[in-house]
């Protein structure tokens, strides 16, 4: 069972109205510019009235009043845009989260054994593995041969040169970068991908809680497509007949999407490049 709310199904309906500029506010990080609007739709319709139970409240004490009386009606409209939020945050975590554990960066140790194993290790491994060869006790070299590389390595490291050592902290660095620019990358890609799934679920979810119909235009340049620029659009409800917005509206493509595109081309003309994979 839902618990109890102090707001009417009509106030909470009010509210789930200003969804949109509530959630464009949220990503900014600042609702300056939407409680002053809200409260002013929200007194017209419902005035704030306290109770002074006999007792006259002065103009402070009233003030003070009023205030909670809006906080309460500031909770009330977070509360009904968070499902709505959870539906999206949840879908794009579950698409950009790893599949699998992914392989963890080469350490300093290990790239400098990549590029110079063969010239300064291996000839330090040869020789120590023939000295315990030669011993009397001579031990089980297979068991202790990863040992000695071991070893080896972290001597000839510890011993390197101050300009190799920066040679390999140059390539970590590289790798490491590159590293993070091929998972930004990927998840990007798998986002866009499912951008329709995304939108359509938020959005059919929104139309079966308001009875409103919605239509999103969208537009990007396509990684899988060598960063070609690539338009669409999504429509959630439809008229009496069934028909949606894209197939009631006369010349859709001529009168919205072309202008939609040239738009596009205008914003994605100097970015466009960041979304090639």
Not at 141 to 170: D, G
Request: hydrophobic content about 35%; proline content about 4%; overall charge positive.
């Amino acid at each position: 069972m839902a618990p109890p709310t102090w707001a009417t199904q009509e106030q909470q309906d009010f509210i789930l109205t200003f969804q949109d500029e509530f959630l464009e506010c949220k990503k900014k990080g600042n609702f300056a510019t939407f409680w002053a609007p809200f409260f002013e739709k929200w007194e017209e319709r419902w005035p704030l009235e306290v109770s002074n139970d006999d007792q006259q409240l002065s103009e402070a004490q009233l003030a003070q009043e009023v205030a909670k009386e809006r906080l309460a009606v500031q909770k009330a409209g977070r509360r009904a845009n968070a499902a709505g939020n959870t539906i999206v945050t949840k879908l794009i975590g579950g698409i950009v989260k790893k599949e699998k554990k992914k392989s963890r960066p080469l350490k300093a140790t290990e790239v400098y054994s990549k590029m110079y194993y063969a010239t300064r290790v291996q000839p330090a491994v040869k020789e120590e593995l023939n000295a315990m060869k030669e011993a009397s006790d001579a031990p089980d070299l297979k068991k202790r041969t990863i040992q000695v590389v071991r070893r080896q390595l972290a001597s000839r490291w510890e011993n390197e040169t101050v300009e190799v050592k920066e040679e390999v902290a140059n390539l970590v660095r590289e790798m490491k970068d590159q590293r993070e620019k091929d998972t930004s990358d990927c998840k990007k890609l798998r986002v866009i991908s499912r951008l329709t799934e995304i939108l359509s679920t938020f959005f059919s979810e929104l139309h079966d809680s308001t009875g409103w119909a919605f239509s999103i235009l969208l537009g990007g340049p396509d990684p899988t497509n060598g960063g070609k620029l690539d338009v669409s659009s999504l429509h959630i409800g439809t008229t009496a007949l069934g028909n949606r917005f894209n197939q009631a509206c006369p010349k859709f493509e001529e009168r919205i999407m072309v202008p939609y595109f040239e738009f596009a081309s205008h914003a994605f003309r100097k970015s466009s490049n960041d979304f090639c994979l």
